[in-house]
């Protein structure tokens, strides 16, 4: 049997990557999407439990977004520490033990989804799902460690938008559920056997980096760099759009437009499928024509899909509307692809001004990179939290979501704003490196 730690790791060695390095990434890819995407579908599994939950339950729409905003919450959360423990225990090791995780959310919500259950206990249940949402955090930081960065892009682009399908998926499930009759348990009964599946892969066929080790020194200093919080604020507004939109779209559905639980579960399921398939697409993207230049155009995209949203919203046009919220998905997963492969080609080029090269340059942009990972990723998925607190006070205050996607269109705009003034505003349009499409030998800060 294979050793499960590879000592030596160098992906950005061409003849390396070319004998064995690239097998091995791509099969610890394989396995990587299988978990986040299970952890999705976990992460987001009140956003349909809710749509089980008729007036028997006794919960109204203000109580049902409370119990999805504090699964957001929790996902959001557990992120950073899920991001350290890759270093601490091994990619494969904590993609096992994370993924084993999942079965305490699972079951918790079998044993006690019945009308005359507490409040409270479906909330605690709600919050412990909220853990799926951190394999995201420690695939991707994990991921990043195996593949060169010309083809990070591509890989943390596939990575993500594999987990991201889980959100789809879980919907179809339900879907499926709801149309045969069946009731939610059914539903949880389909994947509590999937966690177990894959745990086992993991084990079986994933690998550990030796040269991984934790390094608090890398996260102070990613924390310490204005870039990691700057991007975090962009990826609130793609990733945090996609996850919000993903957990509340059906009672968006149900509550403004008085769609039944399988009339909502039909479309629910198309925004987040299609989102999560372009978000390799926005890597790729990014990888040939620059990052910022995608996300750039994305928000302005977001922005006029959202302004179309309102006007539905005002006139009530269920098919213009749901449209509207399709394309948004489709433009957040581009932009979650584009601000991903940002990340790292961000701190290549601040060890490239510092003075380092070579194998040096690569080694301390993977460190910091991947440390930033984590705290960009946590602070989007607050996005989603956001996302469901407004449509929550929305629809407290004047019965519909229009003030939620009024204060999200103004939200794009200010994302806008903020790509182009730091990242290609003057000379920082000549700076592709940190975008992906190309290098320059020693960008300054003014360019990134």
Known sequence: MRSRWIARWEPEDVGFWAREGERVARRNL??????????????????????????????????KFALVSMATLVGAVVRVPYTFAVARFGGRNWTVVAAGLLLVPTVAAFVVMEPGTSYGTFMACALLTGIGGGNFASSMTNINSFFPLREKGWALGLNAGGGNIGVPVVQLAALAVIGAGGGPRLLLGVYIPLVVVSAVCAALFMDNIASVRNDTGAAREAARDPHTWIMAFLYVGTFGSFIGYGFAFGLVLQTQFGRTPLEAAQLTFVGPLLGSLVRPVGGRLADRYGGARITLGTFVAMAAATGVVVLASERGSLGLFTGAFVVLFVLSGLGNGSTYKMIPGIFQARALREGLTGDEADRYGRRLSGAAMGLIGAVGALGGLGINLAFRQSFLSVGSGTGAYVSFLAFYALCFGVTWAVYLRGS?????SVAGAGAEPRPSYAEV
């Open 30 to 63: 394989a396995f990587s999407v299988l978990s986040e995407h299970v952890g999705f579908s976990v992460w987001t599994l009140w956003s349909v439990l809710v749509l089980f939950m008729g007036p028997e339950y006794g919960i109204d729409p203000a109580g």
């Open 428 to 432: 920082a349009a000549r700076t592709r």
